[in-house]
């Protein structure tokens, strides 16, 4: 019989931990990053949650910290769509932690236009921070990822970006340039020993979707499973699947999470 591995022969509850990892969110000052900080927190991982603004993160540490959540929370500033800040990000972080075992790129911003409408400055700001911040990030981690045995990514797509979504034509686009980021850079770094996934939601309440749309966590029927918008727990909930040892044979994959579909685009049987 062949031995198991080291992974296998662990516990179900301890094949689904992350204590001891080292994690860098971006976009972790609010929705789904917040969720995930939080959640990777309270799993025992210690996480470096990043925004633009550290007036905006900050407040997440001190909230991670004051709790009883195992997990250290240190708030960096840092804009995806710069260079410098984003490799001071990994450097302070290992110079935090002593390492790096996951990245999550979260950080992630939409406007919703006519493409007719979408002026050239427009297009590259949505593309810049949601394409372009993961190349950066996913680039400058790359090394501290790969020492000590490898990492993990974690993307953040989206269903627009899977099958198309009216009057997000930049958005879809620079996400389905993350998703396939994801499948090709798993497999060109798979000697790495870095294993990368994605996670496309549909619509997920938080403070970004409800400044655009108006629809929020507080006005929504969580026990309706039809095609309700989701929560950002539960997209937390799948990236710490994805980060944990659990997932260890899913590697390049885009996992879409976004409810049952809609009964109009069922097809005829
Ligand atoms: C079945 C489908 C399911 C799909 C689910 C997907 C649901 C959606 C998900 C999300 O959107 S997730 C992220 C949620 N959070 C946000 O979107 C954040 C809110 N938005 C912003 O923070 C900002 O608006 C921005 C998009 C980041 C832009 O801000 P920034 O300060 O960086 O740039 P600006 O100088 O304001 O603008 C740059 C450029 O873009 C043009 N622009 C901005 N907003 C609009 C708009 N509403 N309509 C048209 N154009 C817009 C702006 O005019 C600038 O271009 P120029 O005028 O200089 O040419
Ligand atoms: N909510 C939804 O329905 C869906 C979301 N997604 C994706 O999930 C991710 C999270 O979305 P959601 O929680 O809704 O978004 P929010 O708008 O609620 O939060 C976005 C986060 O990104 C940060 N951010 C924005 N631009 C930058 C930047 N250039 N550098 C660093 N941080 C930045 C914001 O912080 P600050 O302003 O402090 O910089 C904030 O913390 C995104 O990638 C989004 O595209 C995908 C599909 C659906």
């Given at each position: 019989m062949p031995e198991m591995s080291d992974a296998m022969s662990k516990s179900h509850t301890e094949r689904f931990r992350l204590e001891g990892q080292r994690a860098i969110i971006t976009g972790a000052s609010s929705g789904i990053g917040r969720a995930i900080a939080e959640e990777f927190a309270a799993d025992g991982a210690d996480v470096v949650v990043c925004s633009r603004e550290q007036d905006n993160v900050g407040p997440v540490a001190d909230e991670i910290n004051d709790s009883d959540r195992p997990g250290e929370a240190v708030a960096i500033e840092c804009d995806v769509t710069d260079r410098e800040a984003v490799e001071a990000l990994v450097e302070a972080t290992v110079d935090e932690f002593g390492g790096l075992d996951v990245l999550v790129n979260?950080?992630?911003?939409?406007?919703?236009?006519?493409?007719?409408?979408?002026?050239?400055?427009?297009?590259?700001?949505?593309?810049?921070?949601?394409?372009?911040?993961?190349?950066?990030?996913?680039?400058a981690a790359g090394d501290a990822l790969a020492a000590d045995g490898g990492g993990t990514v974690i993307n953040l797509s989206s269903v627009a970006g899977e099958q198309g979504a009216p009057y997000m034509s930049h958005y879809g686009a620079a996400k389905a340039g993350v998703s396939n980021l994801t499948s090709t850079l798993s497999a060109e770094w798979a000697d790495r020993d870095i294993r990368i996934n994605c996670i496309?939601?549909?619509?997920?309440?938080?403070?970004?979707?409800?400044?655009?749309?108006?629809?929020?966590?507080?006005?929504?029927?969580?026990?309706?499973?039809?095609?309700?918008?989701?929560?950002?727990?539960?997209?937390?909930?799948?990236?710490?699947?994805?980060?944990?040892?659990?997932?260890?044979?899913?590697?390049?994959?885009?996992?879409?999470?976004?409810?049952?579909?809609?009964?109009?685009?069922?097809?005829?049987?």
């Open positions: 979260n950080a992630g911003a939409s406007f919703m236009s006519g493409f007719d409408d979408i002026s050239e400055n427009g297009w590259k700001t949505i593309v810049d921070i949601n394409l372009h911040g993961t190349y950066h990030c996913t680039q496309a939601p549909g619509f997920v309440a938080t403070p970004g979707v409800e400044s655009q749309m108006g629809v929020s966590a507080d006005n929504i029927d969580r026990e309706a499973v039809e095609r309700r918008i989701g929560l950002s727990e539960e997209i937390a909930d799948i990236a710490l699947f994805l980060a944990s040892p659990a997932s260890s044979y899913i590697v390049g994959q885009t996992i879409t999470a976004a409810g049952v579909p809609r009964l109009e685009e069922t097809p005829d049987i």
